[in-house]
C-alpha cells in the first residue's frame, strides 16, 4: 500500500509541476492583446489554487498535526468568536467543509492512511467516526444559521453557531485520542 500512496503522490507531484511550469510560460509572455491579457488572468486564477494544492500533497502525519492545531484555535472561544463573526459559511471554510484551503479539508483520509500504525484498530475506527461525526454535525450547524432566519421556526443563527461549537468540542477530542494513538 505504501508503494502505491508514493507513487499516486509522486505521480501528482509532477502533474502539478507541468501545471506550474506551463503556468509560467504563460504569465512571464508579455501580453500584447486583450486575448493575453485574459490568459494570463486565468494564470492568475490558477495559482489561487496551488494552496489547496499544497494542502493535498502534504504528508498524512503534517496534515493531522496541522488539523489539530486548527481545532485547537477554533475551540478557543475568541478565536471562534472572530470567525463566527463572519458568519456560517466562514465556520464551514476553517472547519474544512467548504473551499479546500483548511487543514481539516479531508483530514479523514490523513488519519485512514495512518490507521495502520494504530495500537488498537477498532478503537481507532470507532474514534475517527465519533471525529468524522463532530466535524459533519458543527458543518450542519453552521450551514443552518446561515438560513436559520429565513424558515418558519426562525431560529437565532447563534443557536446554531453555538451548536457547532460544541461539536467541535467533540471533534477535537476525538481527534486528540486518535493523535495520541499515533503518537504524535
Known sequence: MTSRTSHGQ???????LKCVIC?????????????????????VSFFSLLPSTAMAAMDPKQQVTAAMQKLEDLCDP????KVASGGGDNIRREVGTV????????VDKAFKALAEEAEDPEAY?????????????ADADAYSSIFSMNSAAATSPQVYIDKAFEELKVAKAAARELTNMLKL
Do not use: H, Q
Open 10 to 16: 509522486s505521480r501528482r507531484g509532477r502533474t502539478l
Open 23 to 43: 503556468a509560467l510560460g504563460i504569465a512571464w509572455t508579455p501580453a500584447f492583446n486583450v486575448t493575453e491579457g485574459k490568459r494570463r488572468s486565468m494564470v
Open 78 to 81: 475568541e478565536y471562534y468568536k
Open 99 to 106: 473551499g479546500v484551503t483548511s487543514p481539516l479539508f479531508d
Open 125 to 137: 475506527v470507532e474514534l475517527l467516526e465519533r471525529f468524522t461525526k463532530g466535524i459533519t454535525r
